[in-house]
């Protein structure tokens, strides 16, 4: 069964700083990977998500992240974030279902907190 | 273009009585996913359903759980008799496509069970 690691449970940075929140996974197969954003009150959000092609992925807001297949990695990155980037973010793995459907498997979630 | 809609957003029970939680996915989208997010875990996977048929219940309690999506109306997450270790987040997200061909859930803004 897949799984999804997410080291870092709570990130504290002041604005202009640059950031990295950690994510790997085990799955035996094909995976596609996503990080989602959830800001407070409100539903979680598809920052990005990588299926094949290029392992660097941009996403909305400024954000990025680098598939590597070797490290079974699959990193967030934001070059300079801003107050407004404080919410809980999740890396997920997709494993096809034997019945089709798309089955997300997430992390345990990376609060971050950016200060002014 | 309304969003996954989820009722009630707040929902407060006693040990031992019913709590159902409703569930209206993305218009144009007939897969219907329940999360389940407990303090400091990540979402975990419970339930998946196409119209009137359950096709994966892997990450479901075996007993008090269950879940419908019938052809007219909403996804219903219905849990009885429950307990304390029920108090959860409860996040219901839909998909257009079956398959991996984008592999994105789009999220509810969850219901959030209360049980005293």
């Known amino acids: 069964a897949q799984s999804v690691s997410q080291h870092n449970h709570h990130v504290i940075l002041s604005e202009a700083a640059s950031l990295e929140l950690g994510c790997n996974y085990s799955y035996g197969g094909t995976v596609n990977l996503f990080w989602y954003v959830q800001y407070p009150g409100q539903h979680l959000q598809l920052l990005l998500k990588y299926f094949s092609g290029d392992p660097l992925v941009k996403g909305i807001k400024g954000f990025e992240a680098e598939f590597i297949k070797s490290k079974f990695s699959f990193n967030l990155r934001k070059p300079s974030v801003q107050w407004s980037d404080t919410a809980e973010y999740f890396c997920a793995v997709n494993a096809p279902l034997t019945g089709g459907g798309n089955k997300l498997t997430f992390g345990t979630g990376t609060q971050l907190k950016v200060e002014l | 273009n309304a969003g996954v809609m989820q009722n009630p957003r707040h929902l407060v029970r006693r040990r031992g009585q019913e709590a159902r939680l409703r569930c209206s996915p993305m218009k144009g989208h007939s897969h219907v996913y329940w999360y389940r997010q407990l303090p400091e875990e990540g979402l975990k996977f419970m339930v998946y359903?196409?119209?009137?048929?359950?096709?994966?219940e892997s990450g479901m309690p075996k007993e008090r759980f269950s879940a419908e999506f019938p052809k007219e109306g909403p996804s219903i997450l219905r849990i009885q008799q429950v307990v304390r270790g029920d108090s959860a987040a409860y996040f219901c997200?839909?998909?257009?496509?079956?398959?991996?061909?984008?592999?994105?859930?789009?999220f509810g803004e969850g219901s959030r069970l209360t049980v005293l």
């Open positions: 359903l196409q119209k009137e048929n359950i096709i994966d």
């Open positions: 997200a839909s998909s257009q496509t079956q398959g991996t061909s984008t592999g994105e859930l789009f």
